[in-house]
Antibody, heavy 120, light 110 residues
Framework: QVHLVQSGAEVKKPGASVKVSCKASGYTFIYSAMHWVRQAPGQSLEWMGWINAGNGNTRYSETLQGRVTITRDTSANTIYMELSSLTSEDTAVYYC?????????????WGQGTLVTVSS | QSALTQPASVSGSPGQSITISCTGSSSDVGGYNYVSWYQQYPGKVPKLLIYEDNQRHSGVSNRFSGTKSGNTASLTISGLQAEDEADYYCCSYTSTSSRVFGGGTKLTVL
């Protein structure tokens, strides 16, 4: 059974950085890519970027390029998303989502979400 | 990458069918067979319904179906039930190996 377990809620001040983790289990970690998706309060889903868990290659949203970094630790089956230079507009629930196997380019399993609040 | 265009809201009565559209461009929706659809209840995690334009995910009711014509994909829910009241999002693979979501559609079951 696939499980994606994310780290807990965070409160950050404007200008700070946040790092959210996503621990995967129930499948071979390096065989699937992982994405990060966020959702601001009352807003739609926004794709942030993804990482190939096998080789570490990444691709980021153009709007977040330069502020977001996605990494992985294969020994811990964990993916990390770090977002820097936070503003109030980064207040959102952040989700990790697994790329469906066999190149289906869909998100078949999601983490429970991590609320990041940016406030002075 | 601009968000895909979805109607903000749709509604229908129990037993009816509704369709939610998702319009993009030849760089995303129209260029690949990789549109997926997600259902999200308030405060809950999104759930995959449809992948590769029209493939129903495991365990998803056959009342949900996906189609595509040109740059517009559609999700149809037949035999509408009260439990279908939720937000629905489309998502597409893009020419830059990225993903783009639609703005979301709130479905109200009257």
């Amino acid at each position: 059974q696939v499980h994606l377990v994310q780290s807990g809620a965070e409160v950050k001040k404007p200008g700070a950085s946040v790092k959210v983790s996503c621990k995967a289990s129930g499948y071979t970690f390096i065989y699937s890519a992982m994405h990060w998706v966020r959702q601001a309060p009352g807003q739609s889903l926004e794709w942030m970027g993804w990482i190939n868990a096998g080789n570490g290659n990444t691709r980021y949203s153009e709007t977040l390029q330069g502020r977001v970094t996605i990494t992985r630790d294969t020994s811990a089956n964990t993916i990390y998303m770090e977002l820097s230079s936070l503003t109030s507009e980064d207040t959102a629930v952040y989700y990790c989502a697994r790329d469906m196997p066999n190149n289906r380019k869909s998100f078949d399993y999601w983490g429970q979400g991590t609320l990041v609040t940016v406030s002075s | 990458q601009s968000a895909l265009t979805q109607p903000a809201s749709v509604s229908g009565s129990p037993g009816q069918s509704i369709t939610i559209s998702c319009t993009g461009s030849s760089s995303d929706v129209g260029g690949y067979n990789y549109v997926s659809w997600y259902q999200q209840y308030p405060g809950k995690v999104p759930k995959l319904l449809i992948y590769e334009d029209n493939q129903r995910h495991s365990g998803v009711s056959n009342r949900f179906s996906g189609t595509k014509s040109g740059n517009t994909a559609s999700l149809t829910i037949s035999g509408l039930q009260a439990e279908d009241e939720a937000d629905y999002y489309c998502c597409s693979y893009t020419s830059t190996s990225s993903r783009v979501f639609g703005g979301g559609t709130k479905l109200t079951v009257l």
